[in-house]
């Protein structure tokens, strides 16, 4: 697990093939689960305890996450010219502030980026962003507005997630009963349940 880490790196700095992506999660779902049959979904299991997941790291959202962070935080280097000569050869006859307000970009915009550039984009038009006095913010649920200065790869991901977050079936299951599912509760069991001997 520690080679992750070097993962991390790569992907902050560039785009994983879709190949190591599959086979990174060939590595890491069958540790998860000792190489015995997984019982819950993958989308599940990158979900965080407190949504009923496992928490672990889903590698291509974790990819977009830091593509968006490097956008952010490198502003002001020189690279970021040749990114808004990119961009704005991929969206003719439109400014940088104008594209990155879009709701949704258009396919053959996205299509004419270079790999690395269409993922920060992907990244950046995921979230639900807006321009507020002079500044872009990204709305989030339970918040009004993030300013790009308070993001991390962490919060960029929990907002990632949050839009692929499916209810688990017997959340509505035990509803019905009149049983609220607790997941810290849950995991918490569970936990004390492995550490009993026997």
């Known amino acids: 697990m520690l080679g992750l880490s070097t993962l991390w790196y790569l992907c902050s700095v560039s785009v994983i093939p879709e190949a190591i992506i599959k086979a990174v999660n060939g590595e890491?779902?069958?540790?998860v689960w000792w190489k015995k049959r997984e019982w819950l979904a993958r989308s599940s299991v990158t979900?965080?305890?407190?949504?009923?997941?496992?928490?672990?790291?889903?590698?291509?959202?974790?990819?977009?996450?830091?593509?968006?962070?490097c956008f952010i935080f490198?502003?002001?280097l020189p690279w970021t010219s040749f990114f808004s000569q990119y961009l704005k050869r991929a969206f003719p006859g439109r400014s940088v502030h104008q594209i990155l307000i879009l709701a949704v970009p258009p396919k053959?915009?996205?299509d004419a980026l270079p790999p690395f550039y269409r993922?920060?984009?992907?990244?950046?038009?995921?979230?639900?962003?807006?321009?507020?006095?002079?500044?872009?913010v990204i709305c989030v649920p339970r918040k009004s507005v993030v300013t790009l200065e308070q993001l991390s790869a962490s919060f960029v991901y929990d907002t990632l997630s949050h839009q692929h977050r499916k209810q688990h079936r017997c959340v509505e299951k035990y509803a019905n009963w009149?049983?609220?599912?607790?997941?810290?509760?849950?995991?918490f069991l569970a936990d004390c349940a492995l550490q009993i001997p026997g």
Do not use: C, I
């Not at 890491?28 to 540790?31: L, S």
């Not at 965080?48 to 962070?69: A, F, K, Q, T, Y």
């Not at 993922?119 to 872009?136: E, I, P």
């Open 28 to 31: 890491v779902f069958p540790f």
């Open 47 to 69: 979900q965080r305890p407190n949504h009923g997941g496992l928490g672990v790291v889903d590698v291509h959202r974790e990819m977009l996450s830091l593509h968006v962070l």
């Open 74 to 76: 490198r502003h002001n």
């Open 108 to 110: 053959y915009a996205m």
């Open 119 to 136: 993922s920060v984009m992907t990244a950046w038009f995921a979230l639900v962003r807006k321009f507020v006095d002079n500044k872009y």
């Open 178 to 187: 009149g049983l609220p599912v607790d997941w810290s509760n849950v995991w």
